[in-house]
Structures are given as C-alpha cells and as structure tokens.
C-alpha cells in the first residue's frame, strides 16, 4: 500500500473512526499534501503491541487514558523502535511537561477532532500533516 501509515491509539470507537477517516481523507499528491496509505485503530495498549509489529507507523497518536493503562507506557518501546509519536490531548496542547516544546518535534500534542477548539477536525488534519513533513 503506498503512503504513509499512521497508527491511533483511542478508546472512544467514535473518535478513533472520526480520526481515521479525516487522515484518510487527506493527503493528495497535487496539495502537497503526505500521502496517507494506511490508518490502523487500536482501543488498548496491548492492541497497540500488536499493531506495531504488523504496521510499524510513520507517525503513532497516543491516548493517554486507555482502559488498563496509559498509552505513554508504549513510549520507550516507541523511542527504541525509532517511531514518531505524538499524544492525542481533548483540549489543551500545554497538558504537561512530557509535551513541552524542548522535548522535539516527535513529542508533540494533536488536539482530537470535536470540541471548542476544533469542531470539524480541520485543526487535527493540519497538525498531524506538520508531525508528518519532512
């Protein structure tokens, strides 16, 4: 499958289908745009495990609160792997000090689609199409 493959992490079936399908959505050749060739959900970090080594992703949006335990613990195994990570906040990008600017480009915060301050997803695709340039 050509382009890129972006891996979620989300509990909440409607938002990691919302999620999915705007990435989907995006991405063609005459914008610019990244290519995005496959988008695959997982609901818990054990899903998640298992993804990573069928699809290792371009780029993994991390929930942090997931049934059992956060998805920040897949972090180590993400910076040993060389996977570029990003965590999935409701609103604020400043939700604390994992996320500051001195840590890098690859551990950044994506607002999820929906609520005040991005109810048609618009912001979530930029954002993650900026995780994505080269």
Known sequence: MAGLTIGI???????ALWMQRLLLATGNPQSGAPQIGRVWVAATVAEARAE????????????????????????????????????LAVDSPDSGPEMS?????????????????????????ESVGKLLAP
């Open 9 to 15: 992490v989300e509990d909440v079936p409607e938002m």
């Open 52 to 87: 990573l080594l069928k699809h290792r992703p371009d780029l993994l949006l991390l929930d942090r609160v997931l049934p059992g335990e956060s998805g920040l613990v897949l972090v180590p195994e993400l910076e040993i792997q060389g996977v570029a990570w990003a965590v």
């Open 101 to 125: 600017p001195e840590n890098g480009p690859k551990r950044q915060t994506v607002i999820k689609p929906g609520g005040g301050e991005d109810p048609s997803g618009g912001r979530f695709v």
